[in-house]
């Protein structure tokens, strides 16, 4: 669904992504892993388009997306959870939520709502709350919701563990684990909790200075060659 083939991005004069291929089916979840600065972040930001690839190619189901706009990838099914969740701190959790699905007729609406309550129980409690209130782990967990309604078929995470307590960490993995049973929907997972990473993922990708130095099936994520290019 998602092919990536050999992209490179620059920040000024510095290389930042070189050559970075990779390729995500539905129903799979990818872990891009790599220790802080080696260009995770990055690589993400190019496949969202909200930065510009100076070589290289992304498709989506075949499409050549290489060259659009953010809203034009998420008008074709991709979502985007950056690091830092970045929810809107003065809109209510309802708010925030409704922003995900400003494309959706009414009816699908309330829908996709009871669904996204299912997976999210605290966050119908927590509809009327300003969305700076809640604490980091449910501000990650209303990023995620507001991603979900807009129905993607991929999903970008960023870091989704970071700064969150164990409870919610295991709240967020029973999700994603959730996603991936579904089979429809494509999950990029990036994440320097390893293990984590490890639960989820089919597959992964290594990267260390803006390179991929090492890609394999979940089976091999735990071995030497993989360890030595992590903090683990
Ligand atoms: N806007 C920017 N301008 C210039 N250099 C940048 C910019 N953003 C990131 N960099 C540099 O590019 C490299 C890759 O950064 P990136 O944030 O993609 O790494 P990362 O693997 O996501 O790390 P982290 O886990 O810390 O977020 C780093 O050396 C970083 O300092």
Do not use: W
């Amino acid at each position: 669904m998602l092919d990536v083939e050999n992209i490179n991005q620059y920040y000024g004069g510095s290389h930042t992504l070189r050559g970075i291929s990779l390729s995500l089916a539905r129903g799979e979840c990818l872990a891009l892993l790599g220790r802080n600065g080696v260009g995770k972040t990055t690589l993400l930001k190019c496949l969202m388009g909200v930065l510009p690839v100076a070589r290289g190619g992304v498709r989506l189901d075949g499409i050549d997306i290489t060259r659009l706009a953010p809203h034009q990838r998420a008008r074709l099914g991709m979502a985007y959870v950056p690091q830092g969740r970045e929810i809107f701190a003065r809109l209510t959790v309802g708010e925030n939520i409704a922003m995900g699905m400003a494309a959706k007729p009414a009816a699908q609406a309330r829908r996709i709502k009871k669904e996204i309550f299912e997976l999210f129980p605290v966050l119908e409690s927590m509809l009327g709350r300003r969305g700076g209130d809640l604490s980091g782990g449910q501000q990650q967990q209303l990023a995620i919701a507001r991603a979900l309604v807009a129905e993607p078929k991929l999903i970008i995470l960023d870091e989704p563990t970071e700064g969150i307590q164990p409870s919610i960490i295991k709240d967020i993995g029973r999700v994603i684990h959730m996603l991936r049973q579904r089979g429809d929907i494509g999950i990029l997972l990036c994440e320097q909790y390893f293990d984590f990473a490890r639960e989820l993922a089919d597959q992964f990708i290594v990267l260390s200075r803006g390179e991929v130095v090492a890609r394999g099936a979940q089976a091999d994520m735990g071995s030497e060659e993989v360890r030595k290019f992590l903090s683990v």
